[in-house]
């Protein structure tokens, strides 16, 4: 992705990606079909995707076609935001193992500090860490002792 669309006086502007750099950004299977068959016939200047009437598709289209403030109030998460979904994309990439560095490219973040602002462990991973803990600590001393990248001094 080298640039996107935003609002702005008399219309929508296009400018360079907030980072000013080239973004790639991975596909995942199940959105290979949807997305052949979108840029099917097209070629890389043209939308992805058009608003209503055919023009440009914007942020009040998106709420508007997906009846934002419904669905959330229908799934009982009236605070749930687009950019949320954000956040969950990149807890679940996280989760899935993808490493840090590279979650910071997918998500175009200049800092690694700001990738893990976006990462939200809930409880069941809370507990898992301290499952894996326990595990750790019941082992003999001997056996920990191997793990350890260092020895510690007393």
Request: hydrophobic share 35%; glycine share 8%; proline share 8%.
């Given at each position: 992705?080298?640039?996107?669309?935003?609002?702005?006086?008399?219309?929508?502007?296009?400018?360079?990606?907030?980072?000013?750099?080239?973004?790639?950004?991975?596909?995942?299977?199940?959105?290979?079909?949807?997305?052949?068959?979108?840029t099917?016939?097209?070629?890389?200047?043209?939308?992805?995707?058009?608003?209503?009437?055919?023009?440009?598709l914007?942020?009040?289209?998106?709420?508007?076609?997906?009846?934002?403030?419904?669905?959330?109030?229908?799934?009982?998460?009236?605070?749930?935001?687009?950019?949320?979904?954000?956040?969950?994309g990149?807890?679940?990439?996280?989760?899935?193992?993808?490493?840090?560095?590279?979650?910071?490219?997918?998500?175009?973040?200049?800092?690694?500090?700001?990738?893990?602002?976006?990462?939200?462990?809930?409880?069941r991973?809370?507990?898992?860490?301290?499952?894996q803990?326990?595990?750790?600590?019941?082992?003999?001393?001997n056996?920990?002792?191997?793990?350890?990248?260092?020895?510690?001094?007393?």
């Open positions: 992705m080298e640039r996107q669309l935003y609002p702005g006086s008399g219309g929508l502007v296009t400018k360079q990606t907030k980072g000013r750099r080239a973004r790639y950004v991975p596909i995942l299977n199940a959105l290979e079909p949807v997305l052949h068959r979108l099917d016939g097209k070629t890389p200047d043209d939308p992805l995707l058009r608003g209503p009437r055919g023009g440009v914007t942020t009040a289209t998106v709420r508007d076609a997906t009846k934002w403030e419904h669905l959330v109030a229908e799934l009982g998460l009236p605070g749930l935001t687009r950019h949320g979904l954000r956040h969950t990149a807890t679940w990439l996280a989760d899935s193992g993808v490493p840090l560095h590279v979650l910071q490219q997918i998500l175009g973040h200049q800092s690694i500090e700001t990738t893990t602002a976006y990462l939200h462990p809930d409880h991973h809370l507990a898992e860490a301290a499952e803990a326990n595990r750790f600590l019941s082992q003999s001393p056996r920990r002792q191997e793990k350890l990248p260092y020895t510690p001094t007393l």
